[in-house]
């Protein structure tokens, strides 16, 4: 019997769709991580005149890898990817002012504590070869019976 891959790309993953889909791929998945793999020169809406993307981005790389990270939960258990909302972020420290397009980033996401309604604190960071770049605390949550939304199609509840 064949069974077919969980997902092929990270559109199978998550809402967003170019040019506000930042991520190229998830890299690495296991039970409470995802690594997921970004490109600056993808992010050309946030860029300055040189290319540079400001690390204040890499927020939103964060929230688009735990976005993936659910991604993978629904598809895991049978369902489409559902929206979420990024509540917060504690201690988002950088150590650069922008990111190079062509950097290949890496952004990697743990899941540290979920409660009964579904509020996860995620620990995240952002590599660049063995270089850290930048990393937070970020809370985010899945409600359950929240609006689900398929692009290229209406909106529907649940």
Same mark, same amino acid.
């Given at each position: 019997?064949?069974?077919?891959?969980?997902?092929?790309?990270?559109?199978?993953?998550?809402?967003?769709?170019?040019?506000?889909?930042?991520?190229?791929?998830?890299?690495?998945?296991?039970?409470?991580?995802?690594?997921?793999?970004?490109?600056?020169?993808?992010?050309?809406?946030?860029?300055?005149?040189?290319?540079?993307?400001?690390?204040?981005?890499?927020?939103? %790389?964060?929230?688009?890898?735990? #976005?993936?990270?659910? !991604?993978?939960?629904? =598809?895991? @258990?049978?369902? &489409?990817?559902?929206?979420?909302?990024?509540?917060?972020?504690?201690? %988002?420290?950088?150590?650069?002012? #922008?990111?190079?397009? !062509?950097?290949?980033? =890496?952004? @990697?996401?743990? &899941?540290?504590?979920?409660?009964?309604?579904?509020?996860?604190?995620?620990?995240?960071?952002?590599?660049?070869?063995?270089?850290?770049?930048?990393?937070?605390?970020?809370?985010?949550?899945?409600?359950?019976?929240?609006?689900?939304?398929?692009?290229?199609?209406?909106?529907?509840?649940?």
């Amino acid at each position: 019997m064949k069974t077919s891959p969980l997902f092929e790309s990270v559109e199978d993953l998550v809402l967003h769709r170019p040019p506000l889909l930042l991520l190229q791929s998830v890299s690495h998945w296991d039970v409470g991580h995802v690594e997921a793999i970004a490109d600056p020169v993808d992010s050309y809406l946030f860029a300055d005149g040189e290319g540079k993307v400001p690390a204040w981005v890499g927020l939103e %790389y964060m929230a688009q890898a735990i #976005s993936a990270y659910a !991604g993978i939960i629904a =598809r895991q @258990n049978g369902e &489409e990817p559902s929206i979420g909302f990024l509540l917060g972020t504690r201690r %988002y420290d950088t150590h650069v002012d #922008s990111f190079t397009p !062509g950097q290949q980033l =890496r952004v @990697n996401v743990r &899941e540290v504590f979920r409660d009964e309604n579904n509020l996860v604190l995620f620990d995240c960071d952002i590599h660049a070869g063995e270089d850290l770049l930048a990393s937070a605390q970020v809370k985010a949550i899945q409600p359950k019976g929240t609006i689900q939304i398929k692009p290229d199609e209406s909106v529907k509840e649940s």
